[in-house]
């Protein structure tokens, strides 16, 4: 029996997603349509350029979780790029933006399941810790 990594794991699951063009799409639906303040944020995004680049955050958060040296450059300069000094993404905004990828991801794995859940949230929660110790 092959053993899966959860790199492998959190990849394959965001492939599955990937084959309906309207995953990321129905994320940021999801996504601000939490608040005002988010909307906010978002008001001047370019949303065919955002939706390319939440994409590659998350391929970036499985290689940084998995120690490759390129995806925690790129991360710690995107945590740069949130940071009180820039975007300012607030700490608790990152809560519910996992919020919001969690239910989507949910909603287009056909095979989304507790191990498949646990893997993104490991995933995703290794970033936001990271992302928030550097705000």
């Keep these: 029996m ?25 994320f940021y639906d999801r996504f601000l349509s939490t608040s005002e303040e988010i909307r906010h944020k978002f008001r001047h ?26 995806a925690l450059k790129e991360l710690r300069e995107r945590a740069r790029t949130h940071d009180r000094d820039h975007l300012s993404i607030e700490p608790p905004l990152y809560d519910i ?21 646990n893997t993104w949230r490991t995933t995703l929660g290794y970033v936001i810790s990271y992302m928030v110790k550097r705000y």
């Design 2 to 26: 092959e053993i899966i990594t959860p790199k492998d794991q959190f990849l394959n699951s965001l492939d599955r997603c990937m084959e309906n063009e309207n995953f990321i799409p129905a």
């Design 45 to 70: 995004t370019n949303f065919e350029q955002q939706n390319k680049m939440l994409l590659r955050s998350l391929r970036l958060a499985a290689g940084a979780t998995s120690g490759d040296s390129e």
């Design 97 to 117: 933006w996992l919020k919001a990828v969690i239910e989507t991801v949910q909603e287009f794995d056909e095979e989304w399941n507790e191990t498949v859940e």
